[in-house]
């Protein structure tokens, strides 16, 4: 079974500049969430979506974050402009409908902002 | 939002020693599920162990066990016989019914295992 798949793998960008992060869940897999992961800190949840709707993005900075899960397969995570302390590791994660289930996560996409 | 706290940001063990990592969480839920997940350096974090807290047994998957303590609101991850490839960073994890599926994560522990 193929795992959740994340491009690009690391990203070095200027403050300011703009960044876009894909992710592709495991099949069938309803729920997707991305997560960004600060050095030294727990995975901090920004938007969760299940199918194509999004169920919490309360943590997502709307005035720079953007994500969306159209077909309710892929996702895009954006970020414009990029700040210094967005640099970080974003994570994508899905897991099947229900209330057990665990989260499967990619590999993650590391971004610098210089 | 549930709260959940690993007080030991690291920790070393000797090859095959064992080591007992810390996780306490907050809640007001009565049933609700519990992970661990392990995150070697620059590989994708997966899952150790999972309890549910309907479940007065502990869990094991081999090497790893928990003691689960619900009225202490403690889930601790047991690592018997540690191996090199056991260190990683480890993250304590809750999932309540009411929370949409939502997982709360703690600020992990790097656990060294020394040759």
């Known amino acids: 079974e193929a795992g959740v798949a994340q491009s690009p793998r690391y990203k070095i960008i200027e403050k300011r500049q703009s960044v876009a992060f894909w992710c592709n869940p495991i099949?069938?897999?309803?729920?997707l969430y991305w997560y960004q992961q600060i050095l030294g800190q727990g995975p901090k949840l920004l938007i969760q979506?299940?199918?194509?709707?999004?169920?919490?993005d309360s943590q997502l900075p709307k005035d720079r974050f953007s994500a969306e899960r159209l077909k309710g397969v892929d996702s895009t995570l954006k970020i414009q402009p990029a700040k210094l302390e967005d640099s970080a590791v974003y994570l994508c994660?899905?897991?099947?409908?229900?209330?057990?289930?665990?989260?499967?996560f990619g590999e993650g996409s590391r971004l610098t902002v210089l | 939002a549930q709260t959940v706290t690993q007080s030991q940001p690291e920790m070393s063990v000797q090859e095959a020693e064992t080591v007992t990592l810390s996780c306490t969480y907050d809640?007001?839920?009565?049933?609700?599920?519990l992970f661990w997940y392990k995150q070697p350096p620059s590989r994708q974090m997966i899952l150790v162990i999972r309890?549910?807290?309907?479940?007065?047994q502990n869990a094991t998957e081999n090497r790893f066990s928990v003691n689960f303590q619900k009225a202490a609101k403690s889930f601790s991850l047991k690592i018997s016989d540690s191996q090199l490839g056991d260190a990683a960073m480890y993250f304590c994890?809750?999932?309540?019914?009411?929370?949409?599926?939502?997982?709360?994560f703690g600020t992990g522990t790097s656990l060294t295992v020394i040759p």
């Open positions: 994660a899905s897991k099947t409908s229900g209330l057990t289930g665990e989260l499967f």
């Open positions: 099949s069938g897999h309803a729920t």
């Open positions: 979506f299940q199918n194509n709707g999004v169920v919490d």
């Open positions: 809640t007001s839920e009565s049933d609700y599920y």
């Open positions: 309890q549910e807290a309907y479940k007065q």
């Open positions: 994890a809750y999932r309540g019914p009411n929370t949409g599926n939502q997982f709360y």
